[in-house]
């Protein structure tokens, strides 16, 4: 059976003190939580004070990314390890925004997989083509390839410890979503590469969150699709009402 994993993906947004208190509302708010994956992704710089606040709770911490080295001179960047000693979850890898502003690329996404893996952390790895890219035809193709580059090297096994999320770039941020169809389209192709890759058994396990202006109002359209089994949440994730509102029709739909 699929976990439905929803997380909040909070970008450059909220001082520590304010990430506590969000933290701090979001665990509250979601104690009753029993059949949903509930993650948050603060900042780097307030992971370890909210740490202290998912402690004990059923809320789990996630990165909003990471180097792949293990140390060294790497100005501003942050390593596994110290992810790791945080008691950081997941962590999200080749975000729409990594690879339009930072130069990432299916094969830092990889790197990145792996190190997270080799420590036992689980990485909800990001794909998605642009507006351009679907108006052209080319939705499958770019999903193939970020597929295929993400999992190079990976077995079953190690694609059982992974999440995807399917984050049609033209929705994140614009308030633009998918529809129901549309994204359960694209989840069902990309299932379908996972099959592919690894088999059938393996690709029904793998849960595949979607992601693009998701918000308690479209949330339990999409929750109900076949193939999405979550979500990743940016602009909605910043409200801990907002939040749970998408959470809520997850933990009643659970599959
Ligand atoms: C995201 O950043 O992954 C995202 C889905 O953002 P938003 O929900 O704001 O579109």
Sequence with gaps: MRKIVIAGNWKMNKTVAESVTLASEVVAAASGIRNVVVAIAPTYLALAKVADVLAGSNVKLAAQDVHWENQGAFTGKVSADMLKE??????????????????????????KVRKVQSLGMTPIICIGETLAERREGRLESVLTTQVNGAYAGLSGDDALRTVIAY???WAIGTGVTATDDEAQQAHAFVRGLLAGLYGEDVAQSISIQYGGSMKPENAAGLLAQKDID???IGGAALKADSFLGIVAPGEALSK
């Design 86 to 111: 945080i008691g950081v979850d997941y962590v999200i890898i080749g975000h729409s925004e990594q690879r339009t502003y930072f130069g990432e690329t299916d094969e830092t996404v990889n790197r």
């Design 167 to 169: 984050e049609p770039v």
């Design 230 to 232: 979550g979500g990743l």
